[in-house]
């Protein structure tokens, strides 16, 4: 089996039991315990993106773990996206964390996977003190926080919120070949999961890197979030000419570096 043939993990129990598509590369090197990444994906992405890509091709070589996985409804994995909600998301991303990863762990989160890396660390921090050591930073791109309340409910028009309300169904437009299927449900289980810009305080580096010509999650919203991460952990590194998907190869570069200079602040610590 190569690297690039995902393999599946059992998440849930009884009707909710679901396979869900990853992919585990270990280091070019002999480290018996190497820093490891695990890639959050964003809306309706897939662990073969660009930047999920540019990542599995990169992180072997500097000596990084790399974990990639798809929700529920998400290319490999089991299940409609329409039918999958937040509290779905995160309990697959722990999942991922507490059985195919050892170590420490960098965790990368794109747009969508920005929230679920902030809910993931906010989660164990009050529930699993021991595993919330293991994650050493936080890389976040263009994080969608609260994106169901912020960036969904509270800005869709009155027709889309009709829908919602009445057929239980929203055909958000998009960027993309065709619209996303919007649930009522996946808005209403998302309130479970929400800052609601109250103080978090994540006790480990979260960077943040925002394109300032985003138009799918502007950059003010990485500036609120800046503003509510306490004890000076927040650093938000906006890229003037950058769109939402941060992919071209500066912006990838970026990120790489900025993997490696979270990583060197966590072993000097």
């Known amino acids: 089996m190569t690297q690039t043939q995902p393999q599946f993990i059992s998440v849930g129990k009884g009707e909710k039991i679901r396979q869900i598509a990853y992919i585990s590369q270990k280091p070019n090197n002999d480290d018996p315990n190497p820093t490891g990444i695990i890639w959050l994906l964003g809306l309706k992405s897939d ?26 409804g998400h290319g490999s994995s089991e299940g409609r996206f329409e039918e999958a909600t937040i509290g779905d998301w995160l309990e697959e991303t722990r999942e991922v964390l507490l059985n195919l990863t050892s170590g420490p762990q960098i965790i990368v989160g794109s747009s969508t996977g920005g929230h679920i890396a902030l809910l993931l660390l906010r989660d164990l921090l009050a529930n699993d003190p021991q595993t919330a050591k293991r994650v050493k930073a936080l890389v976040l791109i263009a994080p969608a926080w609260d994106l169901t309340e912020e960036l969904m409910w509270n800005i869709f028009p009155e027709n889309a919120k009709r829908d919602l309300l009445e057929k239980g169904i929203y055909e958000m437009p998009t960027d993309y070949d065709e619209p996303f299927r919007i649930s009522y449900r996946f808005i209403e ?79 000097k610590g």
């Not at 990485?222 to 003037?240: S, T």
């Open 47 to 72: 662990m073969f993106s660009t930047k999920a890509s540019a990542l599995a091709q990169w992180a072997p070589d500097h000596g990084y773990a790399l974990t990639r996985f798809e929700y529920s």
């Open 189 to 267: 289980e998302g309130r479970n999961h929400l800052f609601k810009r109250e103080p978090f305080n994540p006790g480990r580096p979260v960077v943040i890197l925002q394109g300032g010509l985003d138009t799918s999650v502007p950059p003010q919203h990485a500036r609120d979030l800046m503003g509510f991460l306490q004890d000076h952990w927040g650093k938000l590194i906006e890229v003037p000419d950058g769109d939402h998907s941060l992919s071209r190869p500066q912006d990838l570069d970026l990120l790489f570096k900025t993997i490696d200079e979270v990583r060197e602040g966590s072993d």
